[in-house]
């Protein structure tokens, strides 16, 4: 289960990677994800600041459990809620957490197999929204692909065409 009090330092997505990489024994084609509940980010140099991630994608691949609620953009009243009225944003915030730890396996889901298809296929992220495999910014489009899950959609449904062709290459 998630848990939100832990603490909130940022660590440069990259640098930790680096120390993964140290730790483990690649071999070609292996997939090695670490979940962590350390807030990622990484370097923007077109901004020139650091952005909280939920995955960085590499060898090994990371995911930020606590980037779920850290790193994904809520909706934008939230922000001028959360100013005007801190004790009406502290609920949001609460529910979010809530809805993460309900469907925890299934936000999790997502990036694993985002992290699986950069391994293996070396595929960037996809331009269709629906897609399991899109870099999603807002908690909202993230929890609509789980609600999407949670509707027991087929699978082959949550991806793309040439998504859904490479999740059948894996799978065979």
């Not at 994904?72 to 009243?77: E, Q, S, V």
């Not at 925890?104 to 985002?114: A, E, S």
């Not at 949550?158 to 859904?164: A, P, S, W």
Request: aromatic share 18%; charged share 25%.
């Amino acid at each position: 289960m998630y848990n939100k009090l832990n603490n909130n330092h940022l660590y440069d997505g990259f640098r930790l990677q680096e120390v993964y990489f140290n730790c483990i024994k690649p071999k070609f084609k292996e997939c090695h994800i670490v979940f962590t509940e350390r807030i990622v980010a990484t370097f923007d140099d077109t901004d020139k600041r650091y952005h909280s991630r939920v995955v960085v994608l590499g060898y090994p691949c990371i995911i930020s459990i606590k980037g779920l609620t850290k790193a994904l953009a809520l909706y934008k009243d939230y922000y001028n809620i959360k100013n005007i009225m801190p004790e009406v944003g502290e609920r949001i915030k609460e529910d979010i957490y809530n809805l993460v730890n309900k469907n925890l396996f299934k936000f999790l889901l997502k990036y694993v197999i985002q992290c699986i298809f950069y391994i293996f296929f070396d595929e960037g992220f996809c331009n269709y929204s629906f897609c399991l495999h899109f870099n999603n910014h807002w908690f909202s489009e993230v929890y609509e692909q789980v609600n999407n899950i949670n509707k027991k959609l087929k699978f082959s449904k949550l991806f793309c065409e040439h998504h859904k062709n490479l999740f059948y290459k894996i799978k065979n």
